[in-house]
């Protein structure tokens, strides 16, 4: 009865040149060539009676490994002084053997991330309707009519500066200055009712009726504020104009 032995299955010569060399655990530089040699002839002897169909590149490989072991074996010429070292026959195929070592561990890395990729769900963006049906109920365009945030700010400093400028550098030291709380919601609401009063009045002016620091800059917000909610618009006639406030209110 003959014995079938079942051979593991290699990509290519290099392939199995790379196994017989991390099998004998030895340097890629400097390869053993007589004994790879002799154990890559045994392989392709058990091959040649299992499958003939992939042994073409196979034979190539067995001859140039059988070309390098000749080269080696035969005595080197005593080179003179003047010539080149003569060139080691495995160089060439120490190169290869690198570069399918390399491409080899590259197709690892991707078989690694193609086995990641899988366990990924993607899931297409969708918007509710609600969300993309949603229309802003002011335009905030609409209502600076020109102005810009940075004339705005440019009186909001001017007018900090005149309360700074109220202060008695002397009698500011005196006593104990308690910290005034100012509500933002608060003001909104008492400016909301001041323009459904008044309907048209100045931004300065408005500022400048405020009592401190803190009292200014809430009802800088406040204002903000109520433009973005559409209730209150600001125009300006003609450049370095006051700013005037109309109310959008319904009396």
Known sequence: MELTVKLETFEGPLDLLLHLLEKNKVNIYDIPIVEITG???DYIHEMERQDLDIMSEFLVMAATLLDIKAKMLLPKKPAADDTPEDVDPRAELVQQLLEYKLYKSISYELKDRQMDAEK????IPTIPEEVSAYVPPVDTQE??????LERLNHIFESVMKRQADKIDPVRSKFGKIEKEEVSLEEKVAVLEQYATAHK????RSL????NGRMQV???F???LELMKTGKIEIFQEYAFDDIRITSRIAA
């Not at 990924?120 to 899931?123: A, D, E, P, Q, T």
């Not at 048209?200 to 931004?203: E, V």
């Not at 500022?207 to 405020?210: I, N, S, T």
Request: hydrophobic letters at 50%; a positive charge.
């Open 39 to 41: 154990q890559y002839m």
């Open 120 to 123: 990924v769900l993607y899931k």
């Open 143 to 148: 209502l600076l009519s020109g102005l810009t």
């Open 200 to 203: 048209t009045f100045s931004f």
């Open 207 to 210: 500022l400048e009726r405020q």
């Open 217 to 219: 800059i809430v009802t």
């Open 221 to 223: 917000l406040a204002i």
